[in-house]
């Protein structure tokens, strides 16, 4: 079944995802599965998006041809530098293309969630107007 595209109906289904710690090999192969869970859902899923310009910068999902844009993360990679890549990548994004309707997800697992390095990414993400999202895996 095909839902509405809307950042809040993305949001539902990315929350209701549900990965081991095994799947944690790399963003990449986070973002294949991701990508397949979201093309359940919506129409027009893509990954690594060229979001045009002369960057040639790639939002990691896009839903919609620049309707709703999925950056992901792993919790595990996000030192200081990812982080500040990250803050550049989502203002660039949400500037750009997506005005609103950018998710920036980030699985890890429940160690990470409500630390206040996460609190403080969520915090300025939000302050951006950049939706947050957080996916915990499990032990498997």
Known sequence: MVKELTVSSVLETLKTASFSNRNLVSEKHIEGKIAELLKTEFPSVHQQYNIGGYLGLKVDIDLGGGQVGVELKLADDLSTVQIQRLFGQSIYYNKRVYKGNLIVLIVGDEKHHNTPLMNEVAAFLR?????????STVKK
Do not use: A, F, W
Not at 127 to 135: A, E, K, R, S
């Open 127 to 135: 302050d951006i107007g950049v939706h947050y999202c957080y996916l």
